[in-house]
């Protein structure tokens, strides 16, 4: 499982960082130039990049303050040595949770071997109004695993369960509306399946 390989089982369908993890995340070498890289990674619509050797292992990571810093520094100068990595077979709920508690917006993921297999959460993600964004999705049977482990192993109640997705829900809105929706005119859409709560909670904020 650490190494990112199919998990059978009863336990298969509960979502995990790798496979909710982005894999399109920029990568860079150490002797490169950072003018070069930027330029690179910012078109894209990124604030990070991860700086990998020949095989793929991470060896660093590049923020947005080294991407807008020095153009003629060297990559292997300014970048985050040893950056913390998550490996794939970790609870994605699980993770999120923890990122949550720490203040961390993301993490990369990694084989047990330390090959690059993306970065899970939010941050350094394209922009969506530069780039499309594709936002994982899980089935009926999957998300009715994840309510049940939110609930009955991490015993979080339902009713804080909503609060916490409307609440998400209104920050991420906010982001896509530029952050300020004082005054204006706000819908909420709930479809079937249970997610009123989480409407009422997001209109609330």
Request: proline residues 5%; negative net charge.
């Amino acid at each position: 499982m650490a190494a990112g390989l199919p998990i059978e089982g009863s336990k298969a369908s509960i979502p995990r960082v790798g496979s909710v993890s982005r894999r399109a995340v920029p990568t860079c070498r150490l002797d490169e130039r950072m003018g070069d890289v930027s330029a690179r990674v910012l078109a894209k619509g990124w604030d990070l990049c991860v700086v990998v050797n020949e095989e793929n292992i991470v060896l660093g990571r590049l923020k947005r303050d080294a991407l807008e810093g020095d153009a003629d520094a060297i990559v292997e100068s300014v970048m985050e040595p040893g950056p913390v990595t998550y490996r794939p077979n970790v609870v994605a709920a699980d993770a999120a949770r923890t990122l949550a508690e720490r203040h961390v917006h993301s993490v990369l993921v990694t084989t047990g071997d330390g090959e690059l297999i993306g970065v899970f959460g939010p941050e350094g993600a394209p922009s969506p109004s530069r780039v499309t964004r594709v936002i994982p999705t899980g089935n009926l049977e999957q998300m009715r695993e994840v309510d049940r482990v939110i609930i009955e192993e991490l015993h979080i109640e339902l009713l804080q369960m909503m609060e916490n997705a409307g609440r998400a829900f209104a920050e991420q809105a906010r982001r896509l509306v530029g952050g300020d929706v004082h005054g204006a005119c706000v819908v909420v859409l709930a479809g079937r399946g249970g997610n009123g709560g989480g409407g009422l909670a997001a209109r609330g904020d």
